[in-house]
């Protein structure tokens, strides 16, 4: 199964808010609300930010934020901060019972 | 404070086999691992239910990674076979329902090389 499509690369400036998506298909984003979205910055690993959409796990900011269209997943990022230059990736619940991985986007913080 | 510490990497010849552990605490939940190849992305490989009723692979590994647990000993096992160079990766131990991941592990690097 390939994995979702994410764009490669985002940036921002400090202060800036950038959107990051993330399109499937009918059969896992679009089908289900179960998408995430994981923080990992070099060598270390992801962290979970966002989970079923738009749900925040507890200690993760308010300035992250999730939301779904059809097909399409997007992260949006507001008040961007150094420390959010990061990968990004996005994850979901698939028909056939597996969880499937976007690309991952490098996001930097100009 | 949920603890996942991988253990078993190493470097091994195609062909060639391991078994990765991983100890973990608050052992009740359901558990994935997650590889990532050099410089690349995540890649689902595996998830067992709390209680070892339910397995998942990824099609790229079935048939040659089995995933287990001993809930006795809070240990997550894969045991993997018949190993390829694409096989190349940190593979981390991951705590959550089959939706999603919640708790990652360290993860420990598997290298298949000649």
């Known amino acids: 199964q390939s994995a979702l499509t994410q764009p490669p690369s985002a940036s921002g400036s400090p202060g800036q808010s950038v959107t990051i998506s993330c399109t499937g298909t009918?059969?896992?984003?679009?089908?289900?609300?179960?998408v995430s979205w994981y923080q990992q910055h070099p060598g270390k690993a992801p962290k979970l930010i966002i989970y079923e959409v738009s749900n925040w796990p507890s200690g993760v900011p308010d300035r992250f934020s999730g939301s779904k269209s059809g097909n399409t997943a997007s992260l949006t990022v507001s008040g961007l901060q150094p420390d959010d230059e990061a990968d990004y990736y996005c994850?979901?619940?698939?028909?056939?019972?597996?969880?499937?991985f976007g690309g991952g986007t490098r996001l930097t913080v100009l | 404070q949920v603890q996942l510490v991988e253990s078993g990497g190493g470097v091994v010849q195609p062909g060639g086999s391991l078994r990765l552990s991983c100890a973990a605490s608050?052992?009740?939940?359901?558990m994935h691992w997650v590889r990532q190849a050099p410089g690349k992305g995540l890649e689902w490989v595996a998830f067992i239910r709390h209680d070892g009723s339910d397995k998942y692979y990824a099609d790229s590994v079935k048939g040659r990674f089995t995933i287990s647990r001993d809930n006795s000993k809070n240990t997550l096992y894969l045991q993997v076979i018949n190993l390829r160079p694409e096989d190349t990766a940190v593979y981390y131990c991951?705590?959550?329902?089959?939706?999603?991941?919640?708790?990652w592990g360290q993860g420990t690097l598997v290298t298949v090389s000649s």
């Open positions: 608050g052992f009740t939940y359901g």
């Open positions: 994850s979901s619940y698939t028909v056939t019972n597996t969880l499937l």
């Open positions: 991951a705590r959550g329902g089959l939706t999603r991941v919640d708790y």
């Open positions: 009918s059969s896992d984003v679009g089908g289900y609300n179960y």
